[in-house]
């Protein structure tokens, strides 16, 4: 008998195999390609966040999923009983150290369920601006088990999915993105408020990044034994935009006040915005 007589069986176990791992591969590889095709397409990431987190989602699961039952097949289809008769005899007693493990999976499995509740429930999606413990950024990724949020400074702050279930999450895109921009100018009280009025909302209506609706507004807030709040109130298309428009009027409005006769409280020390930097 010749060696390929001798073990064709084998080799023709393995040449499955191997076929079945190439299928399961090429499942992937062309769902990954449908989806990224049809995120570009429909420009998914800037028309339809939540669309696209779910996508990526599915794409995740289905990589999971594939690689259990190809891996699954190959050990229906390979002879495998030399490797069960060792694996016995490696775990027969190691019911502790299974416990242990099951204790430790109870935490990987609560990332995954919350990942894949966070994915489809969405209360943050791709993309969103979102405060989380105390981190103001925007969602890069939401994996299987992690959630990676790129920060205002650039860091990555990477949050197992179980907290995102946990506690409350501040969203500054889920809804309606606008954010107002808020600046706030201590005055004497002999300063004339209706001057400094105007010349906010005059700064705040040549910004490119003011929105005409909704109205903007100056409002005289508190008042203490140094003198009085002036708060402006004008709205931008994200938190970002309402960010820079309030530097830049408070920026353009104490360059002028200080060259005028407006009387300003405290020597500008008190100068403040809102909202505060992330």
């Not at 994915?119 to 994996?143: H, M, T």
């Not at 179980?162 to 409350?168: E, G, H, I, R, V």
């Not at 034994?225 to 830049?248: E, F, I, K, P």
Request: glycine residues 6%; without cysteine.
């Amino acid at each position: 008998m010749s060696f390929w007589e001798a073990n064709q069986k084998h080799f023709i176990d393995a040449g499955v195999s191997v076929l079945v791992l190439l299928v399961a591969w090429l499942s992937y590889w062309l769902l990954r390609w449908a989806i990224n095709r049809f995120s570009r397409r429909n420009n998914l990431a800037e028309v339809d966040p939540g669309a696209e987190t779910r996508f990526r989602m599915i794409e995740r699961l289905s990589a999971v999923v594939l690689f259990f039952v190809a891996v699954g097949l190959v050990f229906w289809i390979m002879d495998v009983s030399a490797l069960k008769r060792v694996a016995v005899g490696i775990f027969a007693s190691a019911g502790v150290v299974g416990i242990a493990l099951g204790f430790a999976a109870q935490t990987t499995m609560a990332n995954l369920v919350s990942g894949i509740i966070v994915a489809f429930a969405q209360p943050i999606r791709l993309g969103d601006n979102v405060n989380i413990e105390n981190e103001y950024g925007a969602v890069e990724s939401i994996g299987l088990f992690y959630t990676y949020i790129r920060t205002w400074d650039n860091r990555r702050l990477v949050i197992p999915n179980k907290l995102l279930s946990d506690q409350a999450i501040r969203n500054y895109t889920l809804v309606d993105p606008r954010m107002p921009a808020l600046v706030v100018l201590r005055l004497d009280y002999g300063a004339d408020v209706d001057a400094v009025r105007a010349l906010l909302l005059k700064e705040a209506l040549a910004h490119p990044l003011f929105l005409a609706d909704p109205e903007p507004s100056v409002q005289v807030i508190d008042t203490d034994d140094l003198g009085v709040s002036a708060r402006l109130m004008a709205w931008a298309s994200t938190q970002a935009d309402a960010w820079t428009l309030a530097a830049d009027v408070r920026e353009n409005v104490v360059q002028k006040l200080a060259a005028s006769v407006v009387p300003v409280g405290g020597r500008w020390s008190r100068i403040m915005s809102e909202p505060q930097k992330p």
